[in-house]
T-cell receptor, first 113, second 113 residues
Framework: DVKVTQSSRYLVKRTGEKVFLECVQD?????MFWYRQDPGLGLRLIYF???????EKGDIPEGYSVSREKKERFSLILESASTNQTSMYLC????????????FGPGTRLTVL | DQQVKQNSPSLSVQEGRISILNCDYT??????FLWYKKYPAEGPTFLIS?????DKNEDGRFTVFLNKSAKHLSLHIVPSQPGDSAVYFC????????????FGKGTKLSVKP
């Protein structure tokens, strides 16, 4: 069965802290994605990666960076957390089939105080 | 500019009746469309998809209709059940997208007993 896991379900951090959000998939998928979900704004793509050590900016990359050292793991980094980064963060992975779907993790609710 | 639009932020339906969720898109290069369902504090889960070579796809109580000339798709849920209450996201992709989906902002469906 397909599985995408995220390191934390809930996280509370202070302004200025460095934050790491980890995502692991067990499907040997090449492509992985990070989104944030905010009320009324839907899912917005932050970064995605189509291979180890490869990354592409999404629609809202400012304030974020990513790391993909191993195929199964994709990390999202907030270098200096700010209150406007309080959000639900969702990781997803995608199989190679043209009509495959993205599989999502359970999400991390991050609160920055 | 939004390429995938869900113009109704919310929809309320009585249990047993039909729920119709709508989605419009602007990019004529999109050729694959998906619907995801999301409960609070969980990641989105794939519901149903349709390729542009079809105009209808059915899976149990869920049917997706695609009108390419109008660049419009809809999700029908019949009969609606209280457990269907969730946020529904429409998503689209085109050839060469590497699994990168463009999401709408979502419609919150409430099914009342």
């Amino acid at each position: 069965d397909v599985k995408v896991t995220q390191s934390s379900r809930y996280l509370v951090k202070r302004t200025g802290e460095k934050v790491f959000l980890e995502c692991v998939q067990d499907m040997d998928h090449e492509n992985m994605f990070w989104y944030r979900q905010d009320p009324g704004l839907g899912l917005r793509l932050i970064y995605f990666s189509y291979d180890v050590k490869m990354k592409e900016k999404g629609d809202i990359p400012e304030g974020y960076s990513v790391s993909r050292e191993k195929k199964e793991r994709f990390s999202l980094i907030l270098e200096s957390a700010s209150t406007n980064q309080t959000s639900m963060y969702l990781c997803a992975s995608w199989g190679q089939g043209r009509t495959d779907t993205q599989y999502f993790g359970p999400g991390t609710r991050l609160t920055v105080l | 500019d939004q390429q995938v639009k869900q113009n109704s932020p919310s929809l309320s339906v009585q249990e047993g009746r039909i729920s119709i969720l709508n989605c419009d898109y602007t990019n004529s290069m999109f050729d694959y469309f998906l619907w995801y369902k999301k409960y609070p504090a969980e990641g989105p889960t794939f519901l149903i998809s349709i390729s542009s070579i079809k105009d209808k796809n059915e899976d149990g109580r869920f049917t997706v209709f695609l009108n390419k000339s109008a660049k419009h798709l809809s999700l029908h849920i019949v009969p609606s059940q209280p457990g269907d209450s969730a946020v529904y996201f429409c998503a689209a992709s085109g050839i060469g997208s590497q699994g990168n989906l463009i999401f709408g902002k979502g419609t919150k469906l409430s099914v009342k007993p």
